[in-house]
């Protein structure tokens, strides 16, 4: 299992990020605190304080979402 915190700042950010997400073929979740979305979608993202710190946890690996991750991961 895959474990990343990440922050976003525009909405066109969680659009590029929900578009990686969806050319996945496994699952991936975004948690806030209790909350857990799919980060596939749009709706769910938008409905999240997403200028705090975001957990993205997913069980498997994709290089085009990885790259687009790692454009939004905190240290």
């Known amino acids: ?6 922050r976003f700042s525009e909405i066109n950010e969680i659009k590029e990020f929900v578009s990686a997400a969806c ?3 496994f699952d991936i979740d975004v948690v806030s605190g209790r909350i857990v979305i799919d980060a596939k979608s749009i709706l769910g993202m938008l409905s999240l304080n997403w ?3 975001l957990r ?6 994709d290089p085009h979402f990885e790259n687009v991750l790692q454009k939004y991961m905190t240290s």
């Not at 993205?56 to 690996?61: A, G, P, S």
């Open 23 to 25: 050319r996945c073929k």
């Open 56 to 61: 993205v946890v997913y069980d498997e690996q």
């Open 1 to 6: 299992m895959c474990e990343r915190t990440v």
């Open 51 to 53: 200028n705090e710190e």
